[in-house]
Every structure is written in structure tokens, then in C-alpha cells.
């Protein structure tokens, strides 16, 4: 077993190149070190312009957007549904009528500038920023255990800020059920850090975010100028299930608050018989498992209406390749491959 | 100075029963831990009703009031206006329309429950739960660095919980300008704890409410059953200045946080030249006042629309006298002067 790992490890991968990123904040307008630091970003990026291009520009297209403008000023979550939500191949091609909401509408906005979704015209990685008021760190959220573009991002990440915690937790979704704004990208993850009150900006947390984001794009540019990545392990949370509050049968209002014992114990194994809940009465509710889990998410504000109190992973190691960007020669002929399968498949519909 | 001040805390001030108390939670209705603490408290009173009074009951009558129910369903500070913002004599008299804010008219109905502020039909004592996203502890907050039923109780609660950090905040405004639901009463005050984030309910949060409350009322019944409380010494903050970020020139946004070794450090003594924020370009900014003063409020959720950073405070000994209710003939003999008082003022306006 070990030895078929380490020649995973060894096997050098090669990728298509990173041309294009988008780093985009404010997808939910009340989590604000996205919102600040691209602003932040965007003003840096018009003095840049005045001044004229920058060396790293070369390497790296980098696309700055403030996702929900009209939930950031008025600093809520979203205006009318979350638009994190609204990225599904259903609802970006579903019917469109006057009276959609507000983020349904944006949600195509970005995917026309970002996407579309799913075709060669995407962006090559788009890293979104989020906040959390749960105890997390700084967390890589991504549909995939084996895309190793953000694999080796959250590796060099973690070897960059080793005094911030750091998880990479994989939400094990199909491509087509994804639903979240990093899905449109050709890679992509949500970078989400805690714990930040929503509607607040803490000085630690927007400067881990700031290097987090500037410790993801130099990896690119050095992946994009031709750096060969050593392979390795890397320890990934997958998302077993969510956990709602205890609830009053009669209103439907939650009937307890997170246990203190588990309150901020983000990534600390849950066993079987632990305190999870605290009534507001005083009794303490037990966790009823009976498999030793990770709790995160743990009484993040924005999932109360989500009926979520918290989430549970199952923790892996996960083996990953060496990996190096693909010459010019070899993306032309995986381009040709590409072509071809598309044009075969396309046969297969007709017949 | 000292024997004066000590006759002071030897003599015995005689004050009114506390007959009736009011206990007021969701007044902002993103503050969770009074939300579900005032409902707790109305289930155990409904269900007190059907098994029949309870002992303390005759000691003190208890009012429970979710002050703000719109904006609690919704989960937001306020729905079109801050009601902690709309008990001022002017604001609770003057014209009223049709297209008055919600919160507008919501104030009035709790001036008719509660008060009308300044009458002798209002509650003895209003207590306003709050909660605040800075590091703050439990504080009672009030308009009044005289009024000893506020500052015993304010010890009461020290002595009785020494665990929580336990400060006694003075906003020095004219009882004519009190513009918060407490200055109803005819003794009032708000207990502000955090750090907790809005839309959020910690466990600990909750439990220091929950006791504080009930120590609150403790005091009441102890007080209004004639003991004699001994005078002694009170640590007051009193509020001298609000302090606003930096902000864009341009688009006023906020261009700072709260400098990191600031964040958190609620009622620790800035000095001239302390950092204070640290731009999101990264720069710091520092203290330029002249004179070390106790910051508090440092960087509350809320306060960013009312353009305050944080806010500082002088801090004082006052000297606070022992204390016991009126008997029944003192209440007559003091209800009858006062009655006099009264008519007098009426013959010289009159004149």
C-alpha cells in the first residue's frame, strides 16, 4: 500500500497553465475582510494601471471582483437569496423571468464574466473570499479531494503562514450539484477564515487573508514559470454530515446554544457521548454518533436559518503527485486531444 | 477628603420599593442572548401562572417584554430605525404620522407599557439586555453616577459572579436627552455583555445574562425586604469621547480596522501614542490624545454606521452611601411632600 502511495507521490503530474485568476469578495456582503481587501486590491490595481504593468502581470491575469455589490453596501449576507447558493448548472440555466430575485440575476452576471461555467472560456482558478464566526482558521473549501491545483495551493499555504491553523475541507459534491461561485472556475475553493463577528473587520484576520491571497498567487506565477512541485501528503476533512439545534416543537425556534465544551473546538474530534448542546434551560445534550468525527462550522452565524449548528468530517490523508505546468508543445497536443474526444463524443450524440 | 467621603458611605439613604421591574430583551433584535433569555423567562412565567404564584412574586412583580419583535423575526438590529435610539422626551412627543418608522411607533407602545418615561406610573427599574461584539464583559450601563440603587445592584452583581469581568459605564447626558428604552424607568439601566457576534448565541454569553438577571431581581427582593445594604466604593467609567476610523477621502469608506494589539483590549488604559488602527494598506495609525484614557466598545458590529471606532472613558472612585428601602409611614411622609412639591411648582407657574 505504502510503496503504490509513494509512486503516486513520485509521478510528476502536468497541468494545463494558470492564465487566468479571478479573486473575488463580498460573495456574502457582511463578511468583510473579502469585501476590504478587494477594494483594497481593486485600488492598487488602478494605481497599478496609472503607473503601468507590474513584472508579475506577465505570469498572471488577475481579475478582481466584488461579487454582490448591492448586499456589501448594505453590509447583509445577501438582498433577497444567498448567492452563494446559485451557481448549480440548474439555476444558471433555469428560466429567468422580471421578477427574479436580485442575486439570480447577478449570479448569471458573474458567470458570464467568470465562466461559463463548465467551458474552455473559464477562468483557470477563482478563489473566493469568505468570513466565518466560527473558531476555523483559515480553511480551503473545494469540491475535489484530487484537483491538485488547489491541493498544492493550500501546501504551499500552509508552509507560507505556519502560525495560522489551516485545513483543507472537501465537500463531496458532483460537478453538476456544485453550487458555490469558486465552482464556475476551471479550479477553484472558497477561502474562508474565522472567527470574525459578520458585519466586522478584525486586523488578524483581514492580514491573514491578504497574505493568504498573495501566497496563492505567487504560487501560481512560479507553477506558471515552470516550477516543478514536489508530491506529498496532505490531511483533508470531508464533509460527513450537518447537525441542526435542538428546536421548540411548537415555534420552531432553537431551544439551545452550542455546548461551552465544544463552543471554538473547531477540527477537535467529537466522541460519541460528548457535550454537544446546552439547553437554555440548563441540560446538556449529548453527542449521539457513534463514529469519532470532526465538528467545524460550529455555531457559524449564517447557518442558523440553514438549520445548521454545526458540520462533521471524517479526516484522510491524502496522497498527492508532484506537478509542473505543461510546455507549450505538450498543451498544444493535449488541446488536439481534447478536441478530438469533444468531436468523437459529439459523433456518439448523432448516431 | 477621605473622612468626608467616608461619612458619606457610612450614612444610610432611604429609597422607594421597588415594586415593579421590567426585564427587556431584543431590543435590537440581532443581540440573541436577551432574545432567548426574555423567551425563557416568559415560558417559565406562563408556566408559573398555571401552577400558581411563585414565593418572590409578592416581594417584586416582574414585567417581561421582547421589545422589538419585528426586528428580532428577522433577525436584524432594527427593521427602520435604532429603537435605542427613540426614548428621548422630544422624540417620544412630537408629531407622529402615518409613514412613521416602525421603531417610532413601537417606542410608544413601550412608553405606554413601561412608563410614560418621567411619570410616577413608571417601572421602578427597567433593565435593558444588550449584547455587544467587544471584548467588554458584563457592563451596566447608565446615565447616572448617582443613582445607588443602579451602583448597588452593579455590586451586587461583582460580588456574586467574581468570575465576570464586571465594568459600570456612565454616559453623562441629561435625563432630558436619555434616548434608550432603560431611561423609561424611573431606575434604569443596560447590561451590555460580549464579545459575542450579532445573529449569534454563545453558551457563556447566555449563562452570564441569565445570572446576572437573576441576581438583578435577588437584590430587589433582598432590598424591597428591608435589609440594609453597606455603603463603599464604586469603580465608574464615564464616557468622554467617541473615536472614528479613517476612512476613504473619496468614497468614505472605512480605510483601517482596529489595530491587532488594541482588538480585544476593552478598558485597558491607551496611551498617547498606543496603536490604534492599522490601515488595510498596512500602516498604523496611533493615539494622538493627550491624556491616557479607557477604551471601550472597540470595534462593535453596530457602530460602524454611527461612525464610532471606540469609545473612551475617565475612570473614578465614587463613594456610594449604604442603603435601605422606605418604610411604609416614610414612603406616605415622602409621597406627601413630594405631592406638595408638586402643587407648589403648579401656584408658581401659575403666577
Chains 1, 2 share one sequence.
Request: charged share 25%; aromatic share 8%; hydrophobic share 35%.
Amino acid at each position: 500500500m505504502h510503496n503504490m502511495r509513494q509512486m503516486e507521490v513520485d509521478k510528476v503530474v502536468c497541468s494545463s497553465r494558470l492564465s487566468r485568476v479571478a479573486v473575488c469578495g463580498g460573495t456574502h456582503g457582511n463578511e468583510l475582510s473579502g469585501v476590504y481587501l478587494v477594494r483594497e486590491l481593486l485600488k492598487k490595481e488602478k494605481k497599478g494601471t496609472e503607473e503601468g504593468e507590474e513584472e508579475g502581470e506577465k505570469l498572471v491575469s488577475v481579475k478582481i471582483v466584488l461579487s454582490n455589490p448591492w448586499a456589501t453596501q448594505q453590509c447583509r449576507r445577501y438582498v433577497n437569496t444567498d448567492l452563494n447558493r446559485c451557481f448549480t448548472h440548474a439555476t444558471l440555466n433555469g428560466p429567468m423571468t422580471d421578477m427574479a430575485p436580485y442575486e439570480l440575476i447577478r449570479s448569471r452576471e458573474l458567470n458570464a464574466m467568470l465562466g461559463p461555467k463548465g467551458s474552455p472560456q473559464a477562468m483557470d482558478l477563482v478563489c473566493d473570499l469568505h468570513n466565518t464566526t466560527a473558531n476555523m482558521g483559515l480553511c480551503l473549501i473545494a469540491y475535489s479531494d484530487s484537483d491538485w491545483i488547489c491541493l498544492h495551493i493550500f501546501r504551499h499555504l500552509q508552509r507560507q503562514m505556519p502560525d495560522i491553523p489551516m485545513r483543507y475541507i472537501h465537500f463531496d459534491i458532483a460537478k453538476e450539484e456544485s453550487y458555490s461561485l469558486d465552482s464556475v472556475g476551471k479550479h477553484g475553493f472558497a477561502m474562508e477564515i474565522g472567527p470574525q463577528p459578520h458585519g466586522v473587520v478584525r486586523s488578524n484576520i483581514y492580514t491573514a487573508m491578504k497574505f493568504g491571497v498573495q501566497h496563492m498567487l505567487d504560487w501560481v506565477r512560479s507553477f506558471n514559470s515552470g516550477t516543478i512541485f514536489d508530491g506529498g501528503f496532505v490531511e483533508v476533512f470531508t464533509m460527513v454530515k450537518h447537525i441542526d439545534y435542538p428546536r421548540d416543537s411548537e415555534s420552531h425556534n432553537i431551544a439551545a446554544a452550542i455546548h461551552p465544551q465544544l463552543q471554538d473546538r473547531d477540527f477537535c474530534l467529537l466522541h460519541p457521548e460528548d457535550p454537544m448542546f446546552q439547553m437554555f434551560s440548563g441540560e446538556t445534550v449529548r453527542y449521539k454518533g457513534k463514529e469519532p468525527l470532526y465538528p467545524f462550522f460550529i455555531n457559524e452565524c449564517a447557518y442558523y436559518e440553514k438549520s445548521i449548528a454545526l458540520s462533521l468530517a471524517r479526516k484522510r490523508h491524502i496522497a498527492i503527485p508532484a506537478i509542473r505546468v505543461m510546455t507549450d508543445e505538450e498543451q498544444q497536443h493535449a488541446d488536439q486531444q481534447e478536441l478530438a474526444s469533444e468531436e468523437e463524443e459529439e459523433e456518439e450524440e448523432e448516431e
